[in-house]
């Protein structure tokens, strides 16, 4: 069991993300910006922290090396977020969420040069599926009324690609002397701390919904988000990330389309099926 724990947060993860994916946008829908979802996914990781601290005793390293460490992972994953939103008001969706999508081809390639990890025959053909599934599924049809201007959006997007890429690096670099609760929590507060740009980047002269479906509907989906965050931490702590972040990353979507296509009666079009396809069936080699 202590050999496969890894794929047991791995699993959990995707779970928790493939969830949360498929609801995340029902307060947004409702009137409640995505900006100030973000904002109320930063105070959710708070008490996720704290139970992760107080499980493991309330002993948090303190000393620059992992401070810096903690932070860099946060700062990496918040930030690329908050890029996101701004990239998503230049470029159309249907081109910027398949470009960063690509986000675990950088995790993959740097864990073979920088960590040195390899993988088995069976594993690397499980890598290449999800690789190839993790584009697929985030394809969204054009949308001829977001029109492309310029190729700043291109610009921001592989930014953020790169961003959630390198997250996975530092997270199993950090993992070897910082303890998983330790990153977390400065996770946690590198989030927190970037609430106030989110605040600033939403536009207050529209309405919005300050009822139950707004906030309170985010806090109930970003929690979601929060808890397989922490467990994420725990998968690159235990496992390789040329396999935990390809297979967390292919397999999430495949759950939030699941449920879209249950809740929502969303039909996958033939490329995203193709992707799910290609997803389940690098699962079964990942794991």
Do not use: H
């Not at 105070?43 to 309330?58: D, F, H």
């Not at 207050?204 to 989906?221: E, T, Y």
């Not at 929060?226 to 999430?252: C, D, E, Q, T, W």
């Amino acid at each position: 069991m202590e050999s496969n724990i890894w794929l047991v947060y791995a699993i959990i993860t995707t779970l928790f993300w493939g969830v949360w994916g498929a609801f995340i946008e029902a307060p947004e829908k409702r009137g409640f910006p995505a900006t100030l979802g973000y904002v109320v996914w930063s105070l959710t990781m708070i008490p996720c922290a704290v139970v992760a601290l107080a499980l493991v005793g309330w002993e948090l390293e303190t000393d620059p090396r992992s401070v810096l460490l903690g932070c860099t992972a946060g700062l990496l994953g918040a930030a690329g977020q908050l890029v996101l939103f701004q990239t998503l008001r230049k470029g159309p969706a249907y081109l910027v969420f398949p470009v960063v999508a690509l986000s675990p081809v950088v995790s993959v390639a740097l864990s073979v040069l920088l960590l040195g990890e390899t993988a088995s025959a069976r594993a690397w053909a499980g890598i290449v599926l999800a690789l190839v599934a993790i584009p697929l599924l985030a394809y969204q049809p054009p949308d001829r009324s977001s029109p492309v201007k310029g190729y700043l959006w291109l610009a921001m997007a592989i930014g953020v690609m790169f961003a959630w890429g390198i997250q996975a690096i530092v997270l199993r670099f950090a993992n070897q002397t910082v303890s998983s609760e330790g990153i977390f929590f400065y996770m946690m507060a590198t989030g927190v701390a970037l609430a106030p740009v989110a605040i600033l980047m939403t536009d207050f002269k529209q309405d919005i919904n300050w009822g139950l479906s707004g906030p309170w509907l985010a806090a109930g989906i970003q929690v979601l988000n929060s808890v397989g965050a922490l467990m994420m931490v725990y998968a690159f702590r235990y496992g390789k990330v040329i396999i935990v972040s390809p297979m967390i990353n292919a397999l999430a979507p495949v759950i939030t389309i699941v449920l879209s296509l249950l809740l929502y009666r969303v039909i996958p079009n033939k490329v995203v099926t193709a992707g799910m396809m290609l997803a389940a069936a690098a699962f079964y080699l990942l794991s």
